[in-house]
């Protein structure tokens, strides 16, 4: 692949920038690490968000919201978070 003279890191579309960097080999391998580090992050945190959500709901039914204080709109703050 030539590189284009005219190319600056300003003007230059981040797809250009990359390959005019890097190899396809590269670009590959960093994404397979990025996605091997991230995907099982994400994971876990929406595991916690789906789990906290549901003791929210728990904690309702059980009457429990004068004890934690869910007067309000603070249970469908809590829920959308």
């Known amino acids: 692949m030539e590189k ?3 190319l600056t890191l300003e003007n230059a579309p981040v797809e250009s920038v990359a390959e ?3 190899d396809k080999a590269e670009l590959q391998k960093v994404i397979r690490k990025l996605d091997f580090r991230l995907v ?4 876990v945190l929406n595991m916690f968000s789906l789990l906290d959500r549901s003791n929210l709901g728990n904690a309702k039914l059980a009457g ?3 004890d934690i204080d869910l007067a309000g709109n603070r249970y ?3 829920g959308t978070m």
């Open 76 to 78: 469908q703050w809590l």
């Open 20 to 22: 005019d960097l890097f």
């Open 64 to 66: 429990l919201t004068e």
């Open 4 to 6: 284009n003279p005219e």
């Open 40 to 43: 099982p992050l994400c994971f």
